[in-house]
């Protein structure tokens, strides 16, 4: 099958294209034909190393973590997949194993969900490790509830794009950064408040839309791009953000969040995530959720995805189409 490999560690000048073994899936696992793949900051953290904490790299190592296609087969165990059967899913490479960016991929069972009728391919694989990572700060992570007022730090983005809409429909009251071109946008999925992270301070816009302070705010951007983020928060309020893993990010400080009373937590999409993206999946099939905004590239164009991506370059949310 045709996939795109990597050697070792490195720039996006270690993905090539290649023809490898079509993998088998084993037990407890699906066999899924990959239409389109969704490309994540995680991608080109994977591709340099620095998921090497949390995973095993084998070479060659096919990256990837988010993929829509049709089933292909299933291993012992498994029920309930029929084969040509639209489905999406976050892939094992968390877990060491081969990901998305190939024309096949096993993934487990329990992470594999029915596609969304009324998505097409390129749209569903835009959504897992996206809107898992808002869903789990949101809600397991940020304890969200109805009335809560929410800071969104990076509305725009995809993470951003799920978050604003999850916590609308979970009742609460939703602000958002982003940047004035934007202001529709995240307005238009439900955003009560826009704040210019350019040109606003935006603990003060914060204070004027809720003077008492927030009850949640979920970083989605990280590196100390929210400047008094503690002072935003009312007391007893909470602090989540999604984990970068990149050099020189803090992360959220901790220790003055507690002498003053505040939490904080570091959240990330978790493994398996079948169950939160069924719901996920359930939102977008009823038209109270939209997936973000996308662009398609081809898969032979991956390294020109990761390069737009990890230089801050892309506007919208990127995907490969692998499969006519």
């Known amino acids: ?50 998921l090497s904490g949390f995973l095993t790299y084998r070479f060659p190592f096919i990256l990837g973590f988010d993929l829509a296609g049709t089933v ?23 877990a060491g194993k081969w990901g998305a960016y190939a024309e096949y991929v096993c993934v487990s069972r329990e992470s594999v969900v029915p596609m969304p009728d009324n998505l097409d391919f390129a749209q569903a694989a835009a ?19 109805a009335g809560h007022k929410v800071l969104v730090h990076g509305g725009a983005g995809a993470v951003g794009t799920f978050a604003i809409q999850f916590a609308r429909i979970a009742g609460a009251h939703v602000a958002a950064t982003c940047s004035a071109g934007n202001r529709d946008y995240v307005e238009s999925l ?11 301070d935006i603990p003060a816009a914060t204070r004027q839309w809720s003077p008492d302070g927030v009850d949640l705010i979920l970083d989605c951007v990280g590196g100390a791009s929210l400047p008094g983020s503690l002072d935003m928060l009312r007391p007893g309020g909470m602090l989540v953000s999604i984990l970068t893993l990149a050099e020189g990010d803090p992360g ?22 079948g169950v939160q993206l069924g719901k996920i999946a359930a939102l977008l099939g009823s038209g109270q959720v939209r997936p973000p905004r996308i662009e398609t590239l081809p898969l ?13 370059s892309a506007r919208v949310k990127l995907v490969l189409q692998v499969a006519d």
């Open 1 to 50: 099958m045709r996939a795109v490999v990597m050697d070792r560690l490195g720039g996006s000048d270690v993905l090539r294209l290649s023809e490898v073994e079509k993998p088998m899936p084993g037990p407890g696992e699906v066999l899924i034909r990959v239409h389109c793949a969704g490309v994540n900051p995680a991608d080109w953290k994977c591709r340099q190393g620095w």
């Open 72 to 94: 292909a087969g299933s291993g012992e165990g498994v029920t309930g997949f029929a084969e040509g059967a639209a489905v999406f899913a976050q892939s094992d490479v968390g």
């Open 127 to 145: 959504v897992p490790t996206p809107a898992l990572a808002a869903w789990a700060g949101l809600f397991e992570d940020g304890g969200l509830q």
């Open 190 to 200: 439900g955003c009560e408040h826009s704040i210019d992270y350019r040109t606003q």
């Open 252 to 273: 959220p400080d901790h220790a003055g969040a507690a002498q003053r009373g505040l939490r904080t937590a570091v959240t990330w999409s978790k493994m398996p995530s």
């Open 300 to 312: 032979e164009q991956v390294a020109k995805a990761h390069d737009l991506l990890q230089s801050g």
